[in-house]
């Protein structure tokens, strides 16, 4: 039986000299969206709509658009036989009373400026069709900020609703704007965000929720004394929510939510994704968005170790920081994969983490920080995670995985999936992550897999017992390659449902966080492998928005050797044979490595533009690179 090879683990630092490549050209190939993950009725959130000789402020707001080219919009839609509906209607269809037109759209504009009255109301009219029109109502109550300047009238509104076109709906009281969220006073979406109270800390998750639900009931107690009744309808800020949220708007009466971001599947049909008009859009634009034509970048990723950047001393923090985000953006890159973790030693065992937690040691609590920051420039960003590679989680020698022979365990130190409190331990440090940063995803550490050798602990013992009524030895195994397969497709599945139960409590918190797993090449190249690792390549594909191979010609050939094969050409074959699943075109990220480990050199940008034009020419499409040397310009 093949044993297992070793990986350098991917934690390690490394002397910051030599060159770097720049993934410039890789943003170039574009693919369009897949029609079985979007929803099929087209909703389009606008907000104000100006004069259209009003340049400047198109200019200050990117949001805006003129009346002339709304109109242009309802001309279009009416060329091509598309009928905005109403929620009334949706709701009716929804609940077989009646049906939708052929090609449905939903119309909505959010905040509450005047123009909802002036501009949008009149074209309304003219062509007859129905809007959600979103109301912040703490702008109601008060003086609105500068930039919203005018706000509609609670007269406008009830003739307006009244006419049958206009459904009133909430865009809440008071959460449409941004609270501190962290000791450097970086500020984020309110919905979504643990306040940060001073010398007092964090709120508890408690406040936090308590502030949604007393938001819910102002608004609801405003909404019925100004307008006469309630509206059913809520309008998420910034298209920003947690699971909470979005019940505690139920039980308040809201029958349906809007959201934004287009590519997410809402499985909840009374909740609704929005194209958010943007930059004053053409009617080309909104066909794309009408045909779901409309190009998807392709991910380019750099994975970042916050134990290069972080400095004890602020300034230096910051300046290490900005270097960092101008480093990525020489790159192209538009996602970031970020250490949330602490292992300056490289031993792969992390003992403490750089994000809020009670559940281990914080070295310090800069994640949330760095993240904002990354997010301010532009970028997604992926919190790279650790999930069984904490000492503390098998400090009670039961929850640490064991193997066979006390030589067979494998390079990280890891705690056993198969332990319950395991599980409740990695759930903790998942639900402080979520609750306190503002990620976009999860990216998984590699330390998920057990070897062939592994997993010996009383737990898998049992688990092993109770399925197949037999005792976990060593022999059993080599004498029953079936029970070996069994148990190999177990640790697999295994290992594949903790990260569900993990991506179920971070979207709890962030309901449309995406998820990516790092996998070994091997276990593509050689499926067989998956008994040396307990991985399954199409397994992957299945669960995740993105399965990020881990394309390290360097480290394959001083680890494992590739005899005659040249670097070029086992990445070649190795992208090649990732792509035969057709799914994998748009979820394989072949990370590539930025460093060669053995020789303490960094790949230069020759060799790595090479690698890149690898990797395109075999229609591979999504890069990213590990490490990324944020100080060599």
Known sequence: MKGLFKYVCLGIMVIFSGMFFNLNNVQAKENTVDLNNVQKIPAFCYHDVVADNDTQILEKDPYAITQKRLEEHFELFKKNGYTPISLKQYGDYLNGRGKLPDKPILLSFDDGRESMYT????????????AVFAIILSYMDTMPPADINK???WQQLQEMRDSGLVEVASHTYNLHNFVVANNYGDRYQNVATIWWRDSNGYETENDFNSRITNDMLTGKSLFDENMGSSSNILVWPFGVYTQYAKETAKKAGYEYQLMLNDDVKLDDKSCLSRFIIY?????NDIL??????YPRKAMTAGQVDIDMIYDALPEQFERNISATIEKLQSMNVNTVFLQTFADEDGDGD???VYFHTDKMKVK????NHVTVKLKEAGFQVYA???VLCYPWMSENPDNAIAASEPDKLGWYTRATPFSPQVREYAKGLVRDLALYAPIDGILFQDDLYMNDFEDFSPYAKKVFKEKFGENLTRENLENDKDLM???????TDTLNNLTLELIDVAKYYRPELKTARNIYPVVITQPESEEWFAQNYNDYLDLYDYVVIMAYPEMERNEEGLGDISNEEWLDNLVKLSLQNPKAQKKAVFKLQGYDWKNNIWIDDIEQHKRTDIIKNAKGLNIAQYPVNVFDN
């Open 119 to 130: 501009r949008i109301y009149p074209l309304l009219k003219k062509y007859n069709y129905p």
């Open 151 to 153: 706000m509609v009238t």
């Open 279 to 283: 930059g004053n859009p053409s009617n």
């Open 288 to 293: 794309k968005m009408l045909n779901h034509s």
């Open 350 to 352: 992390v003992d403490e």
């Open 364 to 367: 310090a609590d800069v994640f």
């Open 384 to 386: 790279w995670m650790p």
């Open 485 to 491: 397969q069994k148990w190999t497709k177990l640790k």
